[in-house]
């Protein structure tokens, strides 16, 4: 449960958009490129298996 609470952060913090400055920085946007192709990111799926594992681990702990 952890392990997959750990992947979905990872995930959303490495596909959120650049910060200000990072945007003009080609290795950022190389960098931020990858994780979105080699993740095959989409945001709904990601969203929804958040929500899931949220509510997974909610009935777990009752």
């Given at each position: 449960?952890?392990?997959?609470?750990?992947c979905l952060r990872w995930i959303i913090l490495?596909?959120?958009?650049l910060p200000v400055g990072a945007d003009n920085?080609?290795?950022c946007k190389q960098m931020?490129?990858?994780v979105v192709t080699d993740s095959q990111y989409n945001p709904a799926d990601v969203f929804k298996l958040l929500l899931n594992t949220a509510q997974f681990e909610f009935n777990l702990k009752e």
């Open positions: 449960m952890k392990e997959c609470n750990i490495h596909t959120s958009e920085n080609k290795r931020l490129q990858m």
